[in-house]
């Protein structure tokens, strides 16, 4: 927890203001919009797959006893 507070800690009202100025000024005001559906798009698609890959292990997991099952029989 150290390293986050050292990271983050001293990240006031300020300083977001002056992210986003420098923001605005890098890629300018029409240039955000796609940048956020992008990060969106992104962070769905990153979900979708995490999502899928638990059901996956929880069927897995799920299935495993029978087969012990029908292993030992």
Do not use: T, Y
Not at 48 to 65: F, G, H, M, T, W
Request: aromatic share 4%.
């Amino acid at each position: 927890m150290g390293k986050i507070s050292l990271l983050f800690g001293g990240i006031g009202p300020p300083e977001i203001i002056l992210i986003v100025i420098l923001v605005l000024v890098l890629f300018g005001g029409r240039k955000i919009p796609e940048l956020m559906r992008g990060m969106g798009q992104g962070i769905r698609e990153f979900n979708r797959a995490k999502n899928s890959i638990e059901e996956e292990v929880k069927d897995r997991l799920r299935d495993e006893p029978q087969k012990i099952k029908e292993k030992s029989q």
